[in-house]
């Protein structure tokens, strides 16, 4: 088995489970010394998110687990990264996962991400129960309208998928446990 930290689009465990169905959501996990950016250069043209190493910061993100064998397919969807091993702390444990880090020669400071990507961040986020002022970083960070109709559309659908699990989860819907 393989630990995964997500921390971009994967966050939710909708949008993870849609590309590899046998990913199990372990919870939220902190990545020190590093940034969350959205520089990376997507298929499409605008910002994806990456990591930044730093001397101070913290990534909050998603903790899966899923065969070995699986990753493939997630590389699949994760080009233009490069996979790196990382320490995360998860249930008061150091634990050494996999990440996806942009390829150096994919980085663009200057670009920004579309709108429905910036919300897939923070319904994971919202799903995870991450801290308030993390959600506000993600939600300050300036975004564009997604110029393509039909991509727009495809992936608001699938935002309207992440809210409806969202309510249905039981910690969002203030019930205990999950």
């Known amino acids: 088995m393989l630990l995964y930290f997500a ?37 499409d043209g605008s910002g994806k ?17 899923f065969p070995k064998q699986h990753k493939k397919i997630l590389d699949s969807f994760e080009s233009g990264y490069e996979t790196h091993p990382v320490t995360v702390a998860w249930d008061a444990k150091n634990l050494t996962s996999f990440t996806y880090i942009a390829h150096p020669g994919k980085v663009d400071e200057t670009l920004k991400p579309y709108e429905w990507y910036r919300q897939m961040l923070v319904l994971g986020g919202h799903y995870l129960e991450m801290p308030q002022h993390y959600l506000q970083a993600i939600t300050s960070v300036e975004s564009l309208a997604d110029p393509d109709e039909k991509r727009r559309l495809e992936n608001e659908a699938l935002l309207a998928k992440m809210k409806q699990m969202n309510k249905l989860n039981p910690v969002n819907a203030g019930q205990k446990g999950r």
Do not use: W
Request: proline share 4%.
């Open 49 to 65: 998110c990456s990591l930044q190493l730093t001397d101070q910061g913290q990534v909050i993100g998603a903790l899966y687990r």
């Open 7 to 43: 921390y971009g689009s994967n966050l939710h465990p909708y949008r993870l489970n849609a590309r590899v169905p046998s990913a199990e959501l372990l919870g939220m996990a902190t990545l020190a010394g590093y940034r969350l950016n959205f520089h990376k250069q997507g298929a």
